[in-house]
């Protein structure tokens, strides 16, 4: 199975930093990666497919980047809204894997 | 409105089995594939499966943890998705998220574009 493995595992920032989120495959995926935002309580939201497309309705802010077995999610500056967690998740292979979550709070 | 409603969750003993089901609408379901993912209380998102639609043979893929006790299956004639749940164990006991999987056909991949609210499921004698 393809691992995922997501850096940092948290983050403290304050509204209008700069935030990126690392996401490692245990092998060379194609782009078929994925991030969610997840707040408590609530079903996750797709953010980012195929490594870099901005899903419908998802505010600009957010960009996705990466190839090979690197992966980022980038929040450019970030919004009172945007305190949550995120998982990438690889649709390559099966099993699809996610990663372990990063949860973004106020600093 | 594209909507997908999780139902059939609640207490189950070990051993014992269940049935979820993934109520869609407002949106053609007999044209895309589906998931189930779920998350135990406290951790993160853990993938269960998929169903392909039936243009693609309607054929499933699990995950390990799950494989050979769950079953996914779909009704297009009631754009219901289905997840049966056998010899369920205490590590079973997690919300279930039903997600629409839309496809893309110049690439040929799959991304989960739609999630339900979920519905929890929890193991406990």
């Known amino acids: 199975d393809i691992q995922m493995t997501q850096s940092p595992s948290s983050v403290s920032a304050s509204v209008g930093d700069r935030v990126t989120i690392t996401c490692r495959a245990s092998?060379?995926?194609?782009?078929?990666l994925a991030w969610f935002q997840q707040k408590p309580g609530k079903a996750p939201n797709l953010l980012i497919y195929?490594?870099?497309s901005l899903q419908s309705g998802v505010p600009s802010r957010f960009s996705g980047s990466g190839a090979g077995t690197d992966f980022t999610l980038t929040i450019s500056s970030l919004q009172p809204e945007d305190f949550a967690t995120y998982y990438c998740?690889?649709?390559?292979?099966?099993?699809?894997?996610f990663g372990q979550g990063t949860k973004v709070e106020i600093k | 409105e594209v909507q997908l409603v999780e139902s059939g969750g609640g207490l189950v003993q070990p051993g014992r089995s269940l049935t979820l089901s993934c109520t869609t609408s407002?949106?053609?379901?007999?044209?895309?594939?589906m998931s189930w993912v779920r998350q135990a209380p406290g951790k993160g998102l853990e993938w269960v499966g998929f169903?392909?639609?039936?243009?693609?043979?309607?054929?499933?893929e699990y995950a390990a943890s799950v494989k050979g006790r769950f079953i996914i299956s779909r009704d297009d004639s009631k754009s219901i998705a289905y997840l049966q749940m056998n010899s369920l164990k205490t590590d079973d006991t997690a919300v279930y998220y039903c997600?629409?999987?839309?496809?893309?056909?110049?690439?040929?991949?799959?991304?989960?574009?739609?999630w339900g609210k979920g519905t929890t499921v929890t193991v406990s004698s």
């Open positions: 997600i629409r999987d839309s496809y893309d056909y110049s690439s040929f991949y799959y991304y989960m574009d739609v």
């Open positions: 407002g949106f053609t379901f007999g044209a895309y594939a």
């Open positions: 169903i392909r639609n039936k243009a693609y043979g309607g054929t499933t």
């Open positions: 092998e060379a995926i194609r782009s078929w």
């Open positions: 195929a490594t870099s």
């Open positions: 998740q690889q649709t390559d292979i099966f099993p699809w894997t």
